[in-house]
């Protein structure tokens, strides 16, 4: 990939080759074995993100995290409580990673070949903007495997069927709404996750740079600059997402939408009831979750390139 300082040298590479010097199958087995740990480590919190957006108590920033975590390990323990769903989300996660990580690097790599040998491409398209271009791909090729991995999932956070599990969740939702009913969300999830995905590449991607004239350098994938640009990536594109993911999240749940199946319907009477705070909410435990989550994650990319690009 373009713009990797500490990745192994490119192969040479071969005219018409989809994704050039990557073995695919080290990438899908790297990327299993790390997708899984980032999951099982994190899931806690984004369970309780989950709860903390589809409830109207609370007040501040850090509290209701702290609160809802609490009566959650309290009532159900911390293994029945914190992990409600974390085997189906892993499970049904993995080929949407598979999905975005492959659509974004063989789109970046396919991007910056054209940027690179098309004088009239440089100059209409600045290369700071060639991730954005390929995260929105990797966003839009990814988003039918998600969604419906994603209403399931935050079903069971929220405290659906706690008998049944996945099972009675799924059931329900082909019961109330049919087949669509695992896609509820998708218009207000590309709202999300589109601006999300180019917001965080092109910050990943332009601190990365910056950040390694600076910080140490290391021979391999494991670096500082990588590592800060991670964490800096995420806790920005949190920060800037959170009012979307609230709204995303209360439509997946069917919690706390006063009615309506819109974002705009959701948002403007969420705020109407519970005020403009609403827009903050879970912000902490996405951000706590998103900074180091997006470090190891950058890391955990990092290291699957450098791996699937080895001999």
Avoid at 222 to 250: E, Q
Avoid at 257 to 274: I, L, P, Q
Wanted: glycine residues 10%.
């Amino acid at each position: 990939m373009s713009g990797q300082r500490h990745a192994a040298p490119d192969p040479p590479k071969q005219d018409g080759d989809w994704w050039p010097g990557v073995s695919v199958p080290a990438f899908v087995a790297a990327t299993v074995v790390t997708y899984s740990l980032e999951s099982l480590l994190f899931y806690p919190l984004d369970l309780i993100r989950v709860r903390v957006q589809t409830s109207t108590s609370g007040e501040g920033f850090v509290a209701p995290i702290l609160r809802t975590g609490r009566a959650i390990v309290s009532e159900q323990g911390w293994r029945l409580g914190l992990f409600r769903g974390c085997m189906f989300s892993t499970a049904s996660g993995l080929p949407c990673q598979l999905l975005y990580a492959s659509a974004y690097n063989s789109t970046l790599t396919n991007l910056n070949k054209l940027h690179d040998n098309n004088p009239k491409f440089q100059s209409v398209v600045p290369k700071i903007l060639l991730p954005a271009v390929a995260g929105v791909a990797a966003e839009v090729t990814s988003i039918a495997v998600n969604v419906p991995s994603d209403v399931v999932t935050q079903r069971l956070q929220a405290g659906d069927a706690f008998k049944g599990g996945v099972r009675v969740v799924v059931r329900d939702i082909f019961r109330e709404n049919g087949f669509v009913g695992f896609f509820r969300g998708t218009a207000v999830t590309l709202l999300s996750t589109l601006p999300g995905g180019m917001c965080w590449w092109v910050t990943y991607e332009a601190a990365k740079e910056k950040l390694a004239t600076v910080m140490p350098s290391f021979e391999g994938p494991i670096s500082p600059a990588n590592a800060t640009a991670g964490a800096i990536a995420g806790s920005t594109t949190a920060f800037l997402t959170n009012p979307v993911d609230v709204c995303k999240t209360r439509i997946q749940t069917d919690r706390l939408c006063y009615g309506s199946t819109t974002f705009f319907g959701v948002f403007t009477a969420a705020v109407r009831h519970e005020g403009l705070s609403v827009l903050s909410k879970g912000l902490a435990g996405r951000i706590f979750m998103a900074a180091p989550g997006s470090l190891i994650h950058s890391l955990s990319y990092e290291t699957v390139m450098h791996f699937a690009r080895m001999k």
